[in-house]
């Protein structure tokens, strides 16, 4: 192709909801609830573990914190400009500001990916090697951990923008997404993306489907070790929130990246789910079924001088 047809499309449309001004104030009702709800969540939590000692010097909610995190940051990328478009009638955004979401997007997408895993290896240590899990999660391997966990989003995540800032647009530019991700926009290429694609599944696609692998195949290994039933049940009550979470995750993204990047209907929905709903979730799967963090939450409280709970004599 000559270079002077390649990167002529200069901006990206995006798709909406619906052609109906009405639906879409009404979900811009709706998504700014979730978004405000998964700021105040996560915030939540991220102070609550920060200010408290006995959860601050637990690995598994340092963890739980660096989730919350991830969580903003996530939700952050794609939602504000989910909620402006919802109220413009030209959902617009610039070729450089696409690259840059879709970016961020899998940085941040993939290194909670990782993160979750090393919360499950967290929980595996703690169940099946209880006499050795100060001793093995210390501080100094939990600050790694979570390090990796973000330098393995940035490889990913660089990988990703690599591979599609090669291809040429000069074509259509309506990407049938309302954020830049990998599989609407490559489909705008004016080129052979074939092999684009394959390279693309075998890095997204792989991840997702091995992390949520590993994930499902050491919660099954803790429930093989313990031979007990009160200690079973236990560990259910433990592991159910982490396994709530890997399934809202996990498993719309390996239906969106784990296959051919064919474009369905419903591919708008799936991204609500995880892009949206799930970072509100998260402090609700944790803090509803964890009695140390709602203690935790109404000293917090408590010192704050806002009402949560009567507390008794």
Not at 290 to 295: A, I
Request: positive net charge; contains cysteine; hydrophobic residues 45%.
């Amino acid at each position: 192709m000559d270079e002077n047809q390649t990167e002529v499309v200069r901006e990206f449309a995006l798709a909406g909801f619906s052609q109906k001004r009405s639906i879409e104030a009404g979900l811009f009702v709706l998504f700014l609830f979730f978004y405000v709800s998964t700021w105040i969540g996560n915030v939540l939590i991220m102070v609550t573990v920060a200010s408290d000692n006995n959860l601050n010097s637990s690995p598994m909610y340092f963890l739980l914190g660096n989730l919350s995190f991830l969580d903003l940051c996530y939700s952050t990328v794609t939602t504000p400009k989910l909620l402006a478009d919802l109220l413009d009638k030209n959902k617009l955004i610039l070729y450089d500001q696409c690259i840059a979401q879709l970016f961020f997007l899998h940085f941040v997408g993939a290194a909670e990916m990782f993160l979750l895993t090393v919360m499950a290896y967290d929980r595996y240590v703690a169940i099946c090697r209880p006499l050795y899990y100060s001793t093995i999660m210390s501080r100094g391997l939990c600050c790694v951990l979570v390090a990796a966990s973000w330098m393995g989003g940035f490889v990913h995540s660089t990988v990703q923008t690599i591979l599609t800032t090669r291809l040429p647009f000069c074509g259509p530019n309506q990407a049938d997404n309302f954020f830049c991700d990998v599989p609407p926009v490559i489909k705008l290429a004016c080129a052979d993306t074939f092999v684009i694609e394959l390279l693309m599944v075998s890095n997204s696609g792989l991840i997702s489907t091995s992390s949520f692998v590993v994930l499902i195949s050491s919660y099954t290994i803790i429930l093989v070790k313990i031979r007990s039933k009160e200690g079973r049940q236990k560990a259910l009550s433990t592991c159910a929130s982490h396994l709530m979470v890997v399934t809202l995750f996990f498993g719309p993204c390996i239906f969106i990246y784990a296959r051919p990047f064919s474009i369905f209907s419903v591919d708008k929905m799936v991204s609500v789910l995880y892009n949206v709903i799930t970072p509100m979730l998260n402090p609700l799967i944790y803090t509803l079924r964890n009695k140390e963090v709602k203690s935790a939450m109404r000293k917090l409280w408590g010192r704050s001088g806002l009402p949560w709970k009567k507390q008794r004599p």
